[in-house]
């Protein structure tokens, strides 16, 4: 069974940083996209940055300059730099993960459970 765990979040004052880390676990073949998304309370999920394989880099223009994605392919790992925070990126940050089953070769889409992120002003 495939998981994601995240870790790192936690409270902070606005300007200061956190990184999050996302470890993946289980058989796995190859994973091509990570990302991580956020979920504010009230609000839908959306995008905060992803990453490929390769390296190519995606992030919400909310966070550009200020958020920087990274990933260990070895390690299958992927980490969210973090900062000058501010309140308005209190969320539940989640990481996501498309990847390839070996054996069958099948694709899945494979959820963290959620770190919480807390910036008070």
């Known amino acids: 069974q495939v998981q994601l765990v995240e870790s790192g979040g936690g409270l902070v004052q606005a300007g200061e940083s956190l990184r999050l880390s996302c470890a993946s676990s289980?058989?796995?073949?190859?994973?091509?996209?990570m990302g991580w998304y956020r979920q504010a309370p009230g609000k839908q999920r959306e995008l905060v940055a992803t990453?490929?394989?390769?390296?190519?880099?995606n992030s919400a223009d909310s966070v550009k300059n200020r958020f920087t994605i990274s990933r260990d392919n070895a390690k299958n790992t992927v980490y969210l730099q973090m900062n000058n925070l501010k309140p308005e990126d209190t969320a539940v940050y989640y990481c996501?993960?498309?990847?390839?089953?070996?054996?069958?070769?099948?694709?899945?889409?494979?959820w963290g459970q959620g770190t919480l992120v807390t910036v008070s002003s």
């Open positions: 996501n993960a498309g990847l390839i089953l070996p054996f069958t070769n099948r694709n899945l889409e494979v």
């Open positions: 289980g058989s796995i073949l190859r994973i091509n996209v």
């Open positions: 990453i490929t394989s390769g390296g190519s880099t």
